[in-house]
């Protein structure tokens, strides 16, 4: 069972050696100062004080990495699965002891409020226990005596160094979503954390080593551009794991596939619920406020557009209030609702989209702009924000806002609804609030998304399943965790054996197609 370490004081956050004025590498089983001459500096969102310092990893501590995990890969591969599910299983048990450690790095770097990074911690948790049992996923299969003495089987063999590229918005989880399962499955891993949030992954790959994960299995590089573009055109690399925009993502497919590399990415979002008048009026609209506004709505799978169907339509002023009972706050206050976005490029954006929406004819039926926390003043704070009367045509609903901006459409029926949620390219994630099996069925069937809630704001599978986004919200050649991501991480060999006794007579030259089913 895992438990978090609860902490009654405010919190008073340690420094950690990894990252206490400029971020490391780890490479080869070493933690080690960049010879970096260009540098990214990460601002804590709530005070602007500088944290960290995340070098640009030079050309020559880039192929480090990569040689040190493609020289790992020569035993690892060789590794028993019992063994390594064993350090998966220490992995897990070390994170759980560290929570707090690593959330407290999230709240510095990327303002998350502590209750919410504890979770971010826990969700990749759930990933490395499943990583922790992975055998059964990674039996091939079999068939004997397909023709007389003929016997076929399949193994699922490691493909060798991969790579991930994770964002800042969860910098414990997508990490947790990605070399866990990769070195689980006899791989070594390359990891590229969001030069906005490298603490977490720091931390990760300390315990990944008390864990006993040798020494270049696991390899963590910090930079910018030219950094993706060394994962996406190395040769070594045989796979990349991407979480994003569609920017990056579509780019990083696009030359990873063209380098020969397997390359799965998650990208931007806009997530639709659908509330129906006989939805559970009180547990919808909490459901609505926590998956909209909760981590400042910057998660891939928050919900940005609300649209209410028939009768719905009058529990909106409702829904305002209650968003207003949920203020940002800096992220340490263990009461705060939501804290601070990214940065401050970040908090002009989402300001710009909220004008763009009203300037289009939107109704601004709650302003979140404008807000000052208490001995904050140069935080990055935006409150719930809710815009009214939004169609399909205007920019606060085309794009991603990645804020806590949610949109507010009404429509007559429940086919509108699925309509209206269609006609967006996006495909992640989208759910309905209603008390009809009836009407949730044919939701869940007619709508066009990869993940669907039933009364869930938020449906993110669990990881015996797969996170399953689609159409303009994923690319790639099979899904994060679960049996498609083990599928992603592997490679099927397929034997055919012949194994009959000696005839004791020569066999004649055979040149023609074997038919083997013939006998």
Same mark, same amino acid.
């Given at each position: 069972m895992f438990v978090f370490r609860q902490v009654a004081r405010p919190l008073r956050?340690?420094?950690?050696?990894?990252?206490?004025?400029?971020?490391?590498?780890f490479i080869g089983g070493k933690f080690v100062d960049s010879k970096a001459t260009q540098f990214f500096d990460v601002y804590n969102p709530a005070t602007q004080e500088l944290e960290t310092r995340v070098p640009v990893a030079t050309q020559e501590e880039l192929d480090?990495?990569?040689?040190?995990?493609?020289?790992?890969f020569v035993e690892w591969r060789k590794s028993s699965v019992t063994q390594r599910q064993r350090i998966m299983r220490k992995l897990a048990d070390l994170?759980?002891?560290n929570t707090e450690e690593i959330a407290e790095s999230i709240v510095r770097e990327n303002g998350k409020t502590i209750v919410d990074a504890r979770g971010d911690v826990f969700r990749g948790y759930e990933v490395v226990e499943y990583a922790s049992r992975i055998s059964a996923d990674l039996m091939g299969e079999t068939v004997e005596n397909l023709s007389n003495h003929i016997d076929t089987y399949s193994y699922r063999q490691p493909l060798g160094v991969c790579a991930g590229i994770a964002p800042f918005n969860f910098p414990a989880m997508i990490p947790l979503w990605m070399f866990p399962m990769g070195i689980a499955c006899g791989n070594t891993y390359v990891l590229?954390?969001? &030069?906005? /949030?490298?603490g977490a992954s720091l931390i990760l790959a300390r315990l990944a080593q008390e864990a006993g994960v040798p020494d270049g299995v696991l390899n963590i590089?910090?930079?910018g551009v030219d950094c993706v573009n060394f994962i996406c055109k190395h040769p070594a690399i045989r796979a990349i794991s991407f979480v994003g925009s569609n920017q990056a993502g579509e780019y990083i497919h696009d030359v990873g596939s063209?380098?020969?590399k397997r390359v799965q990415a998650n990208l931007g979002a806009k997530n639709h619920a659908t509330i129906l008048p006989d939805a559970d009026k &009180?547990? /919808?609209?909490?459901?609505?406020?926590?998956?909209?506004?909760?981590?400042?709505?910057?998660?891939?799978?928050a919900l940005s557009s609300a649209i209410f169907v028939g009768e719905a339509k009058e529990w909106i002023p409702e829904l305002v209030e209650k968003a207003k009972s949920m203020a940002c706050d800096v992220g340490s206050n263990p009461n705060a609702a939501l804290g601070p976005l990214i940065s401050k490029d970040s908090k002009a954006r989402v300001e710009s989209l909220i004008q763009a929406g009203v300037d289009q004819g939107a109704s601004l039926l709650l302003d979140g702009r404008g807000v000052e926390v208490a001995g904050y003043p140069n935080g990055n704070f935006v409150n719930p924000t809710i815009l009214g009367d939004v169609d399909r045509s205007m920019d606060c609903y085309t794009n991603e806002i990645f804020g806590p901006v949610l949109c507010v459409s009404t429509v007559d029926t429940l086919d509108d609804a699925i309509e209206f949620t269609n006609s967006n390219p996006y495909g992640n994630g989208c759910a309905v609030f209603t008390q009809s099996g009836a009407n949730a069925r044919k939701y869940q069937f007619e709508i066009d998304c990869g993940q669907v809630g039933v009364n869930v704001p938020i449906p993110v599978p669990l990881p015996m399943f797969s996170f399953t986004g689609s159409r303009a919200s994923y690319r790639g050649a099979g899904h994060f965790y679960g049996k498609q991501g083990v599928n992603f991480f592997t490679q099927i060999k397929t034997i055919t054996s012949n194994w009959k006794e000696p005839e004791g007579t020569s066999q004649k030259i055979q040149s023609t197609m074997p038919l083997l089913g013939n006998k």
């Open positions: 956050f340690t420094s950690v050696r990894f990252f206490s004025s400029q971020s490391q590498l480090a990495a990569v040689d040190a995990a493609s020289s790992a994170i759980q002891q590229k954390p969001s &030069e906005k /949030t490298p590089v910090h930079g063209k380098h020969g &009180e547990s /919808t609209l909490n459901a609505l406020c926590g998956a909209a506004f909760g981590a400042a709505g910057q998660r891939c799978m």
